[in-house]
């Protein structure tokens, strides 16, 4: 059956409409980073309590993105997505006007739970009212979002926070979500599946234990030096008996809450699996950063930000480039570009120094922008190239949580290689701080050992030699993953007939 297409007017009102809520929710996953301190400041919270305003809102997020799929096709893809919309508003309002640490951690849960659904709804709802030969420049758009969101919200949140306050950061969502809520109640026709699936109550409880125990382990890892900690050891086999039980439910029950099927189409499980290491390059590199500039090279958070904006402009001259190139090339190629890029820029960054100007951050940020769309579009279409629709909600809903995973994961990895290598590093520099050494003689004549305010200095610059030392590492380990996973790409199968013509040959489902 051919699938009738809404017209190119009202599908652009859509993908404006569904783009807002996406970049809405991908921004606040940022956003609030740089505020932590002026809400440490104004709740009276420790260091350690305050970090659960992050936590929070993480760890809803992936309890309940793999809801998604299940409540999709229950309640339709319009119902879901407005009622995500308006709870994610309404509750940002709460969070801007919170009084105390109490009720902002609260609201930032339930903030984590509305927003948990909408970006791998809008991405089935740009896949499914778009025709084939517009996907590719339907998703580059997505994927501009997706990439821009994280990039915008630390800059944005500093500027609120500085020049308004804090309780700006949430409040700034009221509009777009209005906005946001209109487009969509207005444009969007609703899509429904004819036979919803029951409910895996067990199937779901262990999924969401498994994955909140893993959220809680990787964010809270650093902090209480790992498996050092009771909690942590309590969370890690939490999390692994877990998922092991529900891995063993799912392939006995007749109606999983997850249909393993998903993973036996070879396209899925590798772009899958792709989404995880993008997630990792992307969020391990931008956690990396700011704290480096704003902490070694003394920079305020505008001038940070300046820093960061090329990844952002890279981002959107590869959006332009990509959206004209998917429809005709060979998608796996764009793949091993991106990885590719990726592994280049984080390689460029591993040489950064101490005398280092901003310069090489700028130009290796804006090829790390430029990679990532060249990553993200394409597999935005391979994940879904030769999977059958009926799992399109499902699908999308496990490969947006598996590439969070991958940028959880991610951003907890290059904290602890940073630290614990920073240490080593330290440890073995300090061996060195000798007054008869004549390699330090020779290198800071004007530095005497053995007075204490000379021996203070000595200290203090092998500290900072050694943080740059553990963050040149960290790039040049990105930069490795980059390029060994970049041949991976050859495992995905084009299927007959192209890309998009083989989603156009997919049986349509109902709208109205």
């Not at 993105?65 to 919309?85: D, F, H, N, Q």
Request: contains cysteine; charged residues 10%; glycine residues 10%.
């Amino acid at each position: 059956m051919t699938q009738q297409y809404l017209p190119r007017a009202r599908r652009t009102m859509i993908t404006v409409s569904v783009m807002a809520a996406a970049v809405m929710n991908q921004v606040d996953t940022t956003i609030a980073n740089v505020a932590l301190p002026h809400m440490q400041g104004t709740t009276s919270a420790s260091r350690d309590q305050i970090t659960w305003v992050l936590t929070s809102y993480i760890l809803a997020m992936a309890i309940t993105t793999p809801l998604t799929g299940w409540l999709a096709e229950r309640y339709g893809r319009k119902r879901l997505l407005l009622i995500s919309v308006v709870g994610f508003t309404f509750v940002s309002g709460l969070c801007g006007i919170s009084t105390n640490l109490g009720e902002l951690i609260v609201f930032r849960f339930l903030q984590g739970m509305f927003g948990a659904s909408m970006i791998p709804i809008s991405q089935v709802i740009m896949m499914d009212t778009n025709p084939p030969e517009e996907r590719g420049r339907t998703m580059a758009i997505f994927g501009l979002g997706f990439i821009l969101g994280p990039l915008i919200g630390p800059l944005l949140g500093g500027w609120l926070t500085e020049n308004y306050s804090w309780h700006w950061v949430f409040l700034i969502n009221l509009p777009v979500g209005v906005a946001a809520f209109i487009g969509i109640s207005t444009f969007l026709p609703e899509f429904r599946d004819d036979n919803p699936r029951p409910f895996d109550l067990f199937g779901f409880a262990l999924l969401a234990l498994g994955l909140g125990a893993f959220q809680m382990m990787i964010d809270r890892g650093q902090t209480l030096d790992w498996f050092h900690s009771t909690e942590i050891s309590l969370e890690a086999g939490i999390c692994v008996l877990a998922l092991f039980l529900f891995a063993v439910h799912a392939a006995t029950t007749a109606h999983p809450f997850v249909r393993f099927a998903i993973f036996a189409d070879r396209n899925f499980a590798i772009s899958t699996g792709l989404g995880f290491v993008l997630g990792v390059l992307m969020f391990g590199s931008i956690s990396v950063l700011p704290p480096m500039l704003a902490g070694l090279f003394g920079q305020p958070i505008i001038d940070v930000g300046i820093a960061m904006a090329p990844r952002g402009v890279g981002t959107f001259c590869a959006t332009l480039i990509v959206g004209r190139l998917i429809s005709t090339a060979d998608l796996r190629v764009l793949l091993f570009v991106g990885l590719f890029g990726c592994g280049l820029s984080s390689f460029a960054l591993s040489s950064l120094s101490l005398q280092s100007d901003t310069i090489l951050v700028m130009s290796s940020g804006f090829l790390n922008g430029f990679a990532m769309s060249f990553m993200f579009v394409p597999l935005s279409t391979t994940t879904f190239a030769t999977l059958p629709r009926r799992y399109y909600n499902e699908a999308s809903a496990i490969s947006t949580l598996i590439r969070y995973m991958g940028s959880a994961a991610g951003i907890s990895a290059v904290q602890f290689v940073t630290t614990r290598n920073e240490a080593k590093v330290q440890s073995r520099l300090t061996e060195g701080l000798t007054p008869d050494n004549p390699i330090w003689n020779w290198v800071r004549p004007d530095v005497d050992l053995t007075t204490a305010e000379g021996a203070a200095r000595a200290v203090g610059e092998t500290a900072r030699q050694a943080l740059m030392v553990s963050y040149t590492d960290t790039f040049w380990l990105l930069g490795v993953l980059g390029m060994v996973c970049a041949p991976l790409v050859l495992i995905i199968r084009k299927p007959k007939g192209g890309w998009a013509q083989r989603a156009a040959d997919a049986p349509a489902q109902h709208a109205e």
